[in-house]
């Protein structure tokens, strides 16, 4: 299954964005599903998860009051809002889906626990 993520772009400081994240022709939507990011010359780290229910979330201690993951299980899509953007959150975000383990803070953050992902979107924060 490839994910489909969308959203990015070249935005200014403060501005905010929305990802998108779709799963076209998957009609499971019990996945619990997350967002990566990836800066140039980093590793790839975890940006927020969603358990399939959207009752719970985690959030990176980086992105926390900043980003808003959801999801609407209509439409098998997650999203992350971002606000307050800085140069620090350029990156390309990925987003994975169906964690292969329980929905625990421990687990929803390792990229390697995720059986889906999609291609990245860039986003650009200009100072």
């Known amino acids: 299954v490839q994910l489909q993520a969308s959203g990015g772009g070249l935005v200014q400081a403060g501005d905010s964005l929305r990802l998108s994240c779709t799963a076209p022709?998957?009609?499971?939507?019990?996945?619990?599903m997350g967002w990566f990011r990836q800066a140039p010359g980093k590793e790839r780290e975890f940006v927020a998860a969603?358990?399939?229910?959207?009752?719970?979330?985690g959030y990176a201690d980086s992105v926390k009051g900043q980003f808003t993951i959801s999801r609407d299980n209509a439409r098998n899509a997650a999203y992350l809002q971002m606000n307050s953007l800085t140069p620090e959150d350029t990156a390309v975000y990925y987003c994975?889906?169906?964690?292969?383990?329980?929905?625990?803070?421990?687990?929803?953050?390792?990229?390697?626990?995720?059986?889906?992902w999609g291609q990245g979107t860039l986003v650009t924060v200009s100072s």
């Open positions: 022709g998957r009609t499971r939507n019990r996945d619990s």
């Open positions: 994975a889906a169906n964690l292969r383990a329980s929905f625990s803070s421990t687990n929803f953050r390792q990229h390697c626990l995720y059986m889906y």
């Open positions: 969603v358990h399939w229910s959207g009752t719970n979330t």
